[in-house]
């Protein structure tokens, strides 16, 4: 056997020998200077001699095939500029007698050299093969695209601008378009399809603008969909990954999903485990992507819930299973369907599935590996649970999914509503396993945090995933995990409890005032809050959180927040690539420091309230910023680009400063019409006579518990209560002698401005006037009820109002300027010309200049056209 320096010795020598070959064919041409790229250039038009420079170069490839070493041989380097050189001349030649086999060299270039001998070629290669994509010779054109692949998915970041640039110059997706449809109407060979597609998904992938154009093509994605039938896995794996790139796109997904039931099937079945493991991946790659927006993930949940529950819990099962890796494959099928898993992040009817077809069990078995023989006991003692979780942890079982488990486990258990109870449907051994492992990792988390010693923090990233779990288990609707979460909380702090959660608020304290952040700053602030969040729910730290600088800290944290000096945002993986979001961002917002610092004040001040015999702690720490907090928080609150779980906490912690509801910029202009005279038409009065004047559009719908039930439209038919309601300017209601005027004033405040200011004494006489009213989120305010996690954030929404609700109490109507449309019809009127019954009250809040034009005289003019 040959010595390791023998072998290099020997390689170098053959290489020496295929380089002068290469040389000499090469002299066999001619070199020029080109001045437009400032370069020499070989050319050469005889056929024999490109032939033979052609099977030099396939001669050195081939001897550096396989061998990274080998690609990376002083002499393969020098080489680099000559053979390409050759090789691209050989190509623009288009000489069909050599061709299919310049194509071939080509697709084994690019296949065998590094990316950085290639990269000051790459704009001359995407050129040239760009340009023999639409050859008549298939076999031309197929290794092209091979070719063309391979160099745009290896490309580094520095040269992707350009390379798109190019492939926009020379149109080539349009090419790739046309030659796919050509297929469908031709006779070429399948692999022809194959490559084309796959290499327009890779440009689709890389280059957003041209997602949309592509799946506009109305030819081309019928000729797509007559490729569902195949049974081909080669054919399904290009369709997917062609979709997949497809659905980056916001507006695509959508489009895609809205379709109907035939393509959700489609992705569905492709996860199945008939499948092949590459189309499978797949498969859930383009799930992911259309999922990704809650209202496309119920859509699909409607149209084939229980399938797509049943591939993801099958998909997590596969956990010993890899496939080759292919693109940008993950490796594992689990990761995929982890992935997928956790559009449970989002409430709904697959939460039930999950539970029935056993998510319980799939979860457990990827914490602590195949434990059924251990659980065919029905009953084990707390002590006997600790020591299956901790050994089960201990060993490691496929510790790079821990943190998609956490995850998971949080969503599912944050969404348990009063309809879905996981004991009813999971095992509750599993679950309470589940609850267990997470508690152990949490503690292990908090003691290895505590050391605020970098590198004492083995994998500090799956930190997070955990102690958000943990806090979503504690706020679980679920009362069973939540008390269950807190009562081995506590047992497993019993002895460290107490000074770690000193050291948290020590900590915390230190790293709120810190200057500047880097990651790991970040990322301890977090685990700290949350940590902080997490004690504090259990009764014995509760004085301590209170009594300690915690409070300060937090103050100090939502504050740095609010002026933008601290932003966290939680990674979400899969979506650097993805255009033409509209979307919703979790509950939790893009800040998740900022929500836990809200999440965090909001403890604090319940536990206040509940602390009576201090009562002034927080009020001394925010002294000095509580006119700037209270109004960065009205403005947090009022503000669309905030999440609904942000906004939710901060108009919980303003019911402290005297402000219940939901303040709004819109309502804030509506609000100045409360109590005017100026286009009311309707009068509330007590029993002492003192009245309120109103609108009654408003009422009906904001609060239309204070109409009498004649003006109901849902009590009668619109046409009734517009003939009831014609001809009355304004009219006037008496309300019992129970509701006390200060309240009700208070209450059409809320309704008019989405808010309103009380003192303490005079919120519980509005209490009772909201119940019978049932203003259910403003109840929850006076009451000072915890927000429920995932919940929506009341919108201050006046569209009914051109509906039933409102459109029988217009006062003007805006008419087209078109004369009568056919099957144009109004249920409130006969008028044959397309109009509609507005109110002038919600104009005039909207739209300045309609403001202006009705206090010029038109306010006179009832029910007349508005041209």
Same mark, same amino acid.
Not at 439 to 457: A, G, H, N
Not at 696 to 707: D, E, F, G, K
């Given at each position: ?130 340009? /023999? ?31 798109? *640039? ?16 050509? $297929? ?6 399948? =692999?022809? $399809? ?35 039938? #195949? ?26 999903? *809205?379709?109907?039931?035939?393509? +959700? ?13 590459? %189309? ?7 799930? !992911?992507?259309?999922?990704?927006? !809650? =209202? ?146 949490? %503690? ?16 500090? $990233? ?36 107490? +000074? ?39 009764? !014995? ?99 669309? &680009? ?35 005279? =100026? ?13 309120? &004047? ?14 009498? +039930? ?15 309601? %014609? ?7 008496? /309300? ?48 000072? !009820? ?7 954030? +009341? ?24 004369? *009568? ?33 009705? #206090? ?12």
């Amino acid at each position: 056997m040959k010595s390791g320096r023998e072998s290099d010795r020997s390689f170098s020598s053959h290489m020496q020998t295929l380089h002068r070959r290469l040389l000499h064919a090469l002299n066999l041409g001619t070199r020029h200077f080109d001045e437009k790229t400032n370069k020499w250039k070989w050319q050469c038009a005889n056929i024999e001699v490109q032939k033979n420079v052609l099977r030099s170069i396939s001669a050195i490839l081939d001897s550096s095939s396989g061998d990274a070493r080998a690609a990376r041989h002083a002499i393969v380097k020098e080489s680099v500029a000559d053979i390409l050189g050759a090789l691209l001349w050989i190509l623009q030649c288009k000489s069909e007698a050599l061709l299919t086999m310049a194509s071939n060299v080509a697709v084994k270039l690019v296949s065998v050299l590094p990316n950085t001998l290639l990269q000051p070629h790459i704009l001359d290669l995407v050129y040239c093969l760009s340009s /023999l994509l639409s050859s008549h010779q298939v076999e031309v054109a197929i290794p092209c695209a091979t070719a063309l692949n391979l160099v745009i998915s290896n490309l580094s970041a520095t040269s992707e601008k350009e390379v798109m *640039e190019a492939l926009k110059e020379t149109e080539t997706s349009i090419r790739i378009v046309g030659n796919i449809k050509d $297929f469908a109407e031709g006779a070429k060979k399948i =692999e022809y $399809f194959e490559d084309m597609t796959l290499l327009l998904s890779t440009i689709l992938w890389r280059w957003p603008p041209s997602r949309f154009p592509v799946f506009n093509d109305v030819i081309l994605m019928k000729g797509l969909a007559n490729m569902h039938t #195949r049974t081909d896995g080669s054919i399904k794996l290009v369709l997917l990954k062609l979709y997949t790139s497809l659905a980056l796109c916001d507006s695509v997904a959508r489009k895609l999903i *809205e379709d109907g039931e035939i393509f +959700p099937q489609m992705f569905v079945q492709a996860m199945g485990k008939s499948n092949p493991h590459v %189309v499978q991946i797949e498969g859930f790659r383009l799930a !992911q992507c259309l999922l990704r927006s !809650q =209202e496309n993930c119920l859509k699909v949940v409607g149209l084939c819930g229980e399938a797509l529950v049943d591939a993801i819990i099958r998909g997590m099962r596969e956990t010993g299973l890899s496939s080759k890796k292919i693109g940008n494959n993950h490796g594992f099928l689990s990761v995929e369907a982890c992935q997928l898993a956790l559009i449970t992040r989002w409430a709904g009817d697959h939460h039930i599935n999950f539970w029935k077809k056993g998510i319980d069990k799939v979860l457990l078995n990827l914490l602590i590996g195949n434990i059924q023989d251990q659980l065919s006991e029905p009953v084990l003692s707390m002590e006997k649970q600790i020591t299956m979780a901790k050994e089960g942890l201990k060993a490691n079982y496929n510790f790079g999914l821990r943190s998609y488990v956490w995850d998971i486990l949080g969503w599912l258990t944050i969404h348990c509503g009063e309809n879905l109870n996981p004991y009813t449907h999971g095992n509750e051994l599993c679950i309470n396993l589940l609850i267990t492992c997470a508690c152990l990792s949490f %503690v292990d988390t908090l003691e290895k945090w505590c050391r605020i010693c970098q590198k004492d923090i083995d994998n500090h $990233f799956q930190s997070e995933p955990v102690s958000r779990a943990v806090l979503m288990m504690i706020h679980s609707p679920c009362n069973t995990i939540s008390s269950h979460t807190r009562f081995l909380l506590s047992d497993l702090l019993k002895v460290k409890g107490v +000074p770690c959660f000193k050291s948290l608020i020590h900590t915390l304290d230190y790293t709120s005032s810190l200057e500047s952040y880097g990651s790991f700053d970040k990322l301890q602030l977090v685990i700290n809050l949350i940590g902080l969040l997490c004690l504090s729910s259990l009764p !014995q730290y509760q004085r301590c959180l209170v009594e300690s600088k915690g409070i300060k800290a937090i103050v100090l944290l939502v504050k740095r927040c609010l002026c933008n000096d601290i932003h966290v945002e939680r990674h979400t993986a899969g979506l650097e690539r993805s255009c033409c979001c509209f979307g919703e961002e979790d509950w939790e917002g893009s800040n998740v420091l900022l929500f836990y610092s809200l999440l965090g004040l909001t403890e604090i001040l319940h536990q206040c309230d509940l602390l009576r015999d201090d009562p002034q702690q927080f009020s001394r720490e925010v002294t000095n910023i509580r006119a700037q907090l209270v109004s960065k928080l009205n403005e947090i609150c009022s503000n669309n &680009s905030f999440s609904p779980g942000v906004r939710w906490y901060v108009s919980y912690i303003l019911t402290y400063f005297g402000c219940y509801g939901f303040p709004n910029k819109l309502a804030k202009r509506i609000g100045k019409s409360l109590n005017k005279e =100026e286009y009311s038409d309707m009068k509330l009065v007590v029993a002492n006579g003192d009245c309120m &004047s109103v609108h009654i559009v408003i009422l009906a719908v904001r609060c239309p518990s204070l109409l009498p +039930p004649q003006l109901l439209p849902s009590r009668k038919s619109t046409e009734a209560v517009t003939d009831k309601f %014609v001809g009355e300017t304004m009219r006037e209601v008496r /309300l019992s002698s129970h509701v006390d005027y200060e309240a009700l004033v208070l209450l059409l405040e809320y309704v008019y401005l989405g808010c309103l200011h009380a003192a303490e004494e005079t919120v519980k006489k509005l209490k009772i006037l909201a119940k019978r009213c049932n203003l259910q989120p403003l109840l929850q305010m006076l009451n000072r !009820q915890h927000p429920k996690w995932g919940t929506p954030f +009341p919108s201050y929404n006046l569209t009914s109002a051109l509906g039933s609700a409102g459109s029988c109490f217009s006062d003007v109507m805006l008419v087209a300027k078109s004369t *009568e449309l056919v099957g144009w019809t109004c249920n409130i009127c006969s008028d044959k010309v397309p109009h509609m019954h507005v109110h002038k009250v919600i104009l005039q809040a909207g739209c300045d200049y309609l403001q202006g034009l009705f #206090r010029s005289g038109m306010q006179e003019r009832q029910l007349k056209d508005l041209r």
